[in-house]
């Protein structure tokens, strides 16, 4: 190689070394905010992914995503929002839960943030409307808050002859005392006895369910909360070994082998939040975008746990099911 050719070639590769750097500060960054640890949020991921990519933005091609995780601590949500938001990111977006959006709208007033969450975003003070948000904050919200006494309703149909349930309550979520009145009114129209108990830790958890069992509880009515749909494979586990009829919001529950499921169908409402973190990236303004609402709700019921519990399934509810696990 003559001493022309070294140079041209030194040329070139600086020239390339720019062009990179260029290419890596310009491609955009999602602050992606998680309560938990990547594991059970495999499948809301794989939805978040899918919905990006129908907004044009595929991970590690033209987008990056900086995914922190609480690991199930809420206390910690707090300044992982700030940590993100230092990072200058384009967009965070906030799943999983009121926690989350709430830790990111404290972190920043100006950067975008896109929430994916059950409840009442204006009640929670995250956004003006619902058809126009007006600060930072947009979002999707689902139905699984508001339809908590309908899991009520549901197991006391599955077990007409008790007329007292235990409520599973996470103290730490900023929509528990709404959803535990609501219960609360739900018992009293049916007739029913309501006996609290709060869980916001795995050993709190367990203790739950042997205090069902021991107090001979008709069962266990789950309050929607991400804390206890993240953790459905060890919710089932605990109700098949105590033989407690349980319900909870999330799916996982009643294919990992628990008794029932009711709530918002959250691969639509991931879905969703990747569509809308990809069009904020392309310029438009989270004010301008309206909350969406999944209305979808599902009815689980899963006919093994019901035979293994020695409870005989109404033929209302098989009817009104969406999926009968056999």
């Known amino acids: 190689m003559t001493k022309r050719d070294i140079i041209a070639f030194v040329g070139v590769a600086a020239a390339s070394t720019i062009s990179a750097r260029a290419q890596q500060r310009a491609m955009p960054v999602i602050g992606y905010l998680g309560s938990e640890s990547p594991e059970p949020y495999t499948s809301r991921i794989s939805a978040f992914l899918q919905g990006l990519k129908e907004s044009g933005f595929t991970q590690g ?5 900086d995914f922190q ?9 707090p ?21 989350v959006a709430l830790a990111a709208r404290s972190a920043t007033s100006t950067i975008p943030i896109v929430f994916e969450m059950g409840g009442d975003p204006i009640a929670l003070g995250l956004v003006e409307s619902l058809s126009r948000p007006g600060g930072n904050l947009t979002g999707v919200t689902s139905l699984s808050v508001e339809v908590s006494h309908k899991r009520l309703e549901f197991l006391s149909e599955f077990i007409p002859t008790t007329k007292t349930f235990a409520v599973a309550v996470n103290p730490t979520s900023p929509t528990s005392s709404s959803q535990l009145r609501n219960l609360r009114t739900a018992a009293s129209d049916l007739g029913l006895q309501l006996h609290v108990l709060n869980a916001s830790s795995e050993p709190e958890i367990d203790s739950m369910f042997v205090a069902v069992s021991q107090m001979r509880m008709g069962g266990l009515v789950f309050t929607s909360d991400p804390y206890f749909a993240y953790r459905s494979q060890r919710l089932a586990a605990l109700a098949i070994r105590h033989g407690v009829p349980a319900i909870t919001q999330a799916q996982d529950f009643p294919i990992a082998g628990g008794l029932m499921s009711y709530g918002g169908d959250f691969q639509q409402s991931h879905r969703h939040t990747g569509i809308y973190a990809g069009r904020v990236i392309t310029g438009e303004r989270p004010s301008d975008l309206p909350v969406q609402r999944v209305t979808k709700l599902e009815l689980f019921v899963n006919l093994k746990a019901a035979n293994a519990l020695g409870i005989a399934v109404p033929a209302s509810l098989l009817s009104s099911a969406d999926v009968v696990i056999e």
Do not use: C, F, M, T
């Open 79 to 99: 300044a992982l929002a700030k940590y993100i938001a230092s990072r200058q990111v384009a967009v965070i977006v906030a799943p999983g839960g009121a926690e």
């Open 61 to 65: 091609h033209n987008v990056a995503i």
């Open 69 to 77: 995780w609480a690991e199930g601590k809420y206390d910690r949500l």
